[in-house]
């Protein structure tokens, strides 16, 4: 036997049988949730409590954040969304006409993570049209939050779905 062979006996390659996909999928949909058009939403928690010089942090950071977004969309934004959907289109294709399991596990990460950024973006548009004072962003923040969170823990509930689909129909029978 090779060590290769030793490790893929040893190591569970599969990724819906792997405790490692799903500490990832736990920290991947944590961490979006946490950075809000990338400012952690303790500041803005804190700029609702507290005020003044919190606030204007706030406003600081995510004016700073909006620019390099709108930024970033206006230089490279078409070249993006095309890489973007040349790679989505290749994953979905490898996982569900090839039936790649790792594929279809990054399917399910990256498809909702993309709905994710075009909400980002659409957001710090608005942010940057609307200009608003540091109460109606905290709002603003705090709205995008909830919807991310909820993409999150729909995304959480499929993947978990599709992830026992999978073992089961792998599974040996008894």
Known sequence: MTLTQTL????????????????MLALVWSSVSHRVIGVPFDMVTRARRFGGQSERDLVDLVRINVNRMLHVAHV?????????????????????????????AVVLI???????????????????????????????????????????MLSIFVTAMYGMYQNLSVAPGF
């Open 8 to 23: 893929f006996e040893v190591i569970d390659m599969r990724s819906f049988s792997n405790l490692w996909f799903w500490i």
């Open 76 to 104: 490279a934004g078409s070249w993006l969304a095309a890489l973007g959907a040349f790679v989505l289109s290749s994953l979905l294709l490898l996982a569900f006409w090839y039936d790649v399991e790792f594929a279809q």
């Open 110 to 152: 990256a498809l909702p993570l993309s709905l994710v950024t075009l909400m980002a973006f659409a957001t710090a548009r608005r942010i940057a049209a609307e200009q608003p004072d540091a109460r109606a962003l905290c709002h603003r923040l705090a709205r995008h939050r909830f919807w991310v969170q909820a993409i999150g």
